[in-house]
């Protein structure tokens, strides 16, 4: 996720303030980063470079920008490959103008395309670019800077934490909508940022912004609503310790990712689901229209496949799902089939090396991932991106919800089905996530349940890959004996295992036949005194065979899958705290597993 800071300072001090806020959103994952300085009556002056904060500070030291203020930023691409040129700040065509944005600008192209005609020159692939060029466009019409800016915002569509500097002018304009921005007071200095860690080691006086406020820092702070109106803003004081401020206040990363997951998913579908009609545009993906479906994938993106070559078949394509390191082992016939690399990372090495074999036999390749310029982003035919954000907790989460969107879309997109009602139940996915999370009992039963011997998770349908995933997350980061099965596989065979020891995790939504088969497997286990958790949202009677209940919101099977997931991602999380186990970087494991 990208990051922002800005300062207005002293001019010996600026620059280093924000290359220390760089370094401090570091956690944050970030391909490229850059600053942009201005002064009493000079230019802005950039640097910026692909890579980590060490190499921004190595072209640092053979050209230092120097002015009083300044911003800075750390790009996590979305728009375009991390380059330098991508890489933030951007500028304007006369150079007087530089700009950092975090979120997505939906309508940049018919932007940009409309900037192109009347002159402007582009220099990058990003999504941000416009907005210099906009605010140039105000300049030259004769508005001062903070209009030029304001008009510039109110051109853009999307989500946007935005600063910019202005030549000749010791202010730093900002705006927000749908992605964090606060500002941060110290005597006379005063700093922005995407998220409080980049300046907290200076101050611990802040200022939340709101979506649709202005700010402007120059020798004083002010915040505006979108008419212009001061708005008298509490200053609150952040009691967080500094070293802690990456979680964000949480424990770990993986409950930081866990809670993300409404944000990551409204990123996910952010300007590809149309609002009112109901349909979805991916863009510039192109003519896919698959007439088979191959997924490769490993771990928790395998997980997504299944799942998604279930929406596949639904919409009447036929689909698998390969074990990425079995892909090669035997082939499956290719024919005409789209293959499709589920992987959160794009550098796995089995779901490349299966992606290489696929293509090698003249399939179609496209990559579902989470990761701008990956290797799998670059040898595909096709990129689809999750835009989940950096997960920095080995064990995957939101990327993971993130996936399960993302194949909604592409089936829908690429396939068809029945648009009217997933559509609607998409929409709703952050704001039922979000309910979820405020009010699940995930932990009580992490407390009754941290000694058993082993962890069982059944389910059917849409609801199977989520109990495979529901095993796996209990697995990584609990160290402790965790299957998951399709429901109706439980009596040929698991059914062995299972003791009073052994709580078995039943995933039931709806009342259809297929709850209806779930629940006689959950009474196969309460006889054999097995404690039964249901994950449910309340449509059947699984309650009356369940010791206890995780609720969901009711909504269609596709996304009641995702939010039974979240709840089986908590209790997995609350076991592993309670045993003491080092949840974000799990034994044994790595975030990317690049050998076969
Ligand atoms: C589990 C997990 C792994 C990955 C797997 C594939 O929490 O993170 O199972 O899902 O290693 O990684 P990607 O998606 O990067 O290809």
């Avoid at 691409?77 to 007087?96: E, F, L, V």
């Avoid at 202010?171 to 006379?188: H, K, Q």
């Avoid at 424990?251 to 944000?263: C, N, S, T, V």
């Amino acid at each position: 996720m990208c990051g922002i800071i800005g300062a207005v300072g002293r001019d010996d001090e600026t620059l280093e303030t924000l290359v220390h806020g760089l370094a401090k959103l570091e956690y944050r994952g970030y391909d490229s980063a850059g600053v942009a300085l201005t002064g009493d009556g000079s230019g802005v002056d950039i640097c910026k470079r692909a890579g980590e904060i060490d190499d921004l500070r190595e072209s640092l030291e053979t050209r230092s920008p120097s002015g009083a203020v300044g911003i800075g930023h750390t790009r996590w691409s979305t728009h375009g490959p991390p380059n330098d040129a991508n890489a933030h700040p951007h500028k304007d065509c006369t150079g007087d103008v530089a700009v950092v944005h975090n979120g997505i600008i939906e309508n940049y192209q018919s932007v940009r395309d409309e900037l192109t005609t009347s002159g402007h020159t582009f220099r990058s692939d990003t999504d941000t670019e416009v907005v210099p060029h906009l605010i140039e466009e105000g300049l030259a019409n004769g508005l001062d800077p903070e209009a030029a800016f304001r008009e510039a915002v109110g051109r853009i569509e999307g989500s946007y934490a935005i600063a910019a500097v202005i030549a000749g002018e010791e202010t730093i304009f900002a705006a927000r909508n749908d992605s964090p921005l606060v500002l941060g007071l110290d005597n006379e200095i005063f700093y922005l940022a995407s998220d409080v860690p980049a300046f907290r080691d200076f101050t611990d006086q802040v200022v939340y912004l709101a979506d649709g406020e202005f700010a402007r820092l120059d020798d004083d702070w002010t915040v505006t609503d979108a008419d212009g109106t001061v708005l008298d803003k509490d200053v609150e004081t952040v009691e967080w310790d500094p070293e802690e401020t990456g979680k964000s206040g949480y424990d770990h990363y993986m409950l930081k990712e866990i809670h993300e997951q409404p944000r990551a998913l409204r990123q996910c579908l952010r300007g590809r689901v149309d609002e009112l009609g109901g349909s979805v545009d991916l863009g510039d993906l192109g003519d896919l229209s698959p007439t088979g479906v191959q997924f490769v994938a490993c771990g928790t993106s395998y997980h997504a496949a299944l799942y998604g070559a279930q929406l596949f078949e639904h919409a009447g394509v036929p689909a698998q799902a390969f074990l990425a390191s079995e892909y090669a082992a035997s082939p499956p016939p290719i024919g005409d089939a789209l293959v499709i690399g589920v992987t959160q990372s794009g550098e796995t090495a089995d779901t490349l090396s299966a992606l290489r074999e696929a293509s090698r036999r003249g399939a179609r390749t496209l990559a579902v991932t989470n990761t701008v310029g990956s290797t799998a982003a670059r040898e595909c035919d096709h990129v689809f991106y999750i835009r989940a954000g950096p997960e920095i907790g080995v064990a995957a989460t939101k990327t993971f919800a993130s996936q399960q969107a993302a194949l909604n879309l592409l089936t829908l997109a690429t396939a068809g089905g029945d648009t009217r009602s997933v559509v609607p139940a998409l929409r709703d996915l952050p704001g039922n996530v979000q309910a979820l999370l405020d009010d699940s009992r995930a932990a009580d039963i992490a407390e009754i349940y941290e000694d058993a011997s082993s962890y069982f998770f059944i389910g059917r349908g849409y609801h199977y890959p989520v109990a495979l995933e529901g095993a796996l997350k209990m697995k990584e980061i609990t160290y402790k004996h965790a299957e998951g099965f399709a429901a109706g596989e439980l009596k040929h065979g698991p059914l062995a295992l299972v003791t009073e020891d052994t709580p078995v995790f039943a995933i039931v939504t709806g009342d259809n036949e297929m709850a209806t088969k779930t629940i006689g497997n959950v009474k196969e286990v309460e006889a054999r005194d097995a404690p039964v958790v249901a994950v449910t949202d309340g449509q059947s009677d699984v309650e009356r065979y369940a010791d206890h209940v995780l609720r969901v919101p009711e909504t269609h099977p596709r996304a009641a899958a995702v939010l039974a997931n979240v709840q089986l991602q908590l209790v997995a999380y609350h076991v592993a705290n309670r045993l003491g186990r080092s949840i974000d970087k799990p034994r044994n494991l790595a975030k990317s597993v690049t050998v076969e």
